[in-house]
Every structure is written in C-alpha cells, then in structure tokens.
T-cell receptor
Framework: KQEVTQIPAALSVPEGENLVLNCSFT??????LQWFRQDPGKGLTSLLL?????REQTSGRLNASLDKSSGRSTLYIAASQPGDSATYLC????????????FGQGTILTVHP | NAGVTQTPKFRVLKTGQSMTLLCAQD?????MYWYRQDPGMGLRLIHY???????AKGEVPDGYNVSRLKKQNFLLGLESAAPSQTSVYFC?????????????FGQGTRLTVV
C-alpha cells in the first residue's frame, strides 16, 4: 500500500525567506505527483503536477522536484510572503495508488510579516 | 468559470438521517471523485466514476452510495448517517484519470452527524 509522508508537519518562517517542503512515498512506481495548496475552510488548489518522466516543474516562485528512485519530492518556495500561508499537500498516483491520488498529511505553513 | 461546485457547504444531521451531497462540474470532465478529509487521516477516496453511468468503490466506501446519471453531476448519498461520517467531503474532477491530468477540487461540504 502506498504511503505518503510530509515533513515538517508545520513550519513558521519570516517573510522573505526561501523554504523547502518535503514529501516522501513508499512505492516508487508512481505515475505522477501533484502539489496542492489548501487554505483554511477551503478546497484544494492544484499548484504543480510532475509527470514521472520529469524531474521538476516551475510556476512563478514555486519549484517542485521529483526523484522517483528515492521516493522523494520537494516543493521550494522562493521569497515567501504572508499570502503563502496555507496547508501544502502532496499526492501521488500510480503503482499501488493506480486510479486515485494518495495524499500526505500536509505541511502547515505560516509566513509572518 | 464555476469549475467544481458542491452543495450544500454545511449540514448538520441527526444519527440515522439520510442526505445527498451534490457535485457539479462544468469542465466536461469524464472522471469524478468523492474524498473525505479527517484530522490525522488526510484525504481518503470514497467512490469514483470514470464516466456517465459508471461508479466504483474507493478506499472507504462503506456507508455511502453514489450515482452518475449525468456527466456533469456526481451524487454522494448517506442512507443512515452515523457520527463516524462527520467529516469534510470534497469532490474532484479531472479530464483524464486522476493523476494523469490536473485534478480540480470543490470547496468542500462540512458535515456534522450528531
């Protein structure tokens, strides 16, 4: 059974700092990996989708990398802003998660002014 | 663009009552999914549909039924609500099988069963 773990569970940083969120998964035979953002009381917003054949994806200040062989992904946020405060979730599909997304528990990010 | 819309946003049920949660998407997506989100458990798949008229069980299907009579709508039913079904329910849709294409989520339905 695929298991997805996110570290740290919570992170608090000052505005302007660069930061890295980590995601690991137990079954490396994934199809792809997605990073989502969830604001309190809201739904999930897709940030980045990395196909298994790709090593990284970039969108604005966000960069996500994928290392299938080691079962790891990182989400890099450059020059963090208070508006980045949210819960960040990673999810994988494929392998033992074929046809569905298996989510990690999320990292709660707080960026303070 | 409306995207994925869930109705209702909040609901309180008494144990044993029934209700239906509605998910509607206007993106002509084939694939639709119902997840529940619980503290410490993350998001877990309840049921999903790969097209109009089809449904399949996910990870935690017990106590729920679904129907996909129209391509744009995916209904989640609770026949006899239990306190264990207190959760936040999310509907999602994707153009292709989830994971192959970007997934779009609704805003969620917060359900409390007392």
């Amino acid at each position: 059974k695929q298991e997805v773990t996110q570290i740290p569970a919570a992170l608090s940083v000052p505005e302007g700092e660069n930061l890295v969120l980590n995601c690991s998964f137990t079954d490396s035979a994934i199809y792809n990996l997605q990073w989502f953002r969830q604001d309190p009381g809201k739904g999930l917003t897709s940030l980045l989708l990395i196909q298994s054949s790709q090593r990284e994806q970039t969108s604005g200040r966000l960069n996500a990398s994928l290392d299938k062989s080691s079962g790891r992904s990182t989400l890099y946020i450059a020059a963090s802003q208070p508006g980045d405060s949210a819960t960040y979730l990673c999810a994988v599909s494929g392998g033992t998660s074929y046809g569905k997304l298996t989510f990690g528990q999320g990292t709660i990010l707080t960026v303070h002014p | 663009n409306a995207g994925v819309t869930q109705t209702p946003k909040f609901r309180v049920l008494k144990t044993g009552q029934s209700m239906t949660l509605l998910c509607a998407q206007d993106m002509n997506h084939e694939y639709m999914y119902w997840y529940r989100q619980d503290p410490g458990m993350g998001l877990r798949l309840i049921h999903y549909s790969v097209g109009e008229g089809t449904t399949a069980k996910g990870e935690v299907p017990d106590g729920y039924n679904v129907s996909r009579l129209k391509k744009q709508n995916f209904l989640l039913g609770l026949e006899s609500a239990a306190p264990s079904q207190t959760s936040v329910y999310f509907c999602a849709s994707s153009y292709r099988e989830i994971g192959e294409a970007e997934a779009f989520f609704g805003q969620g339905t917060r359900l409390t069963v007392v």
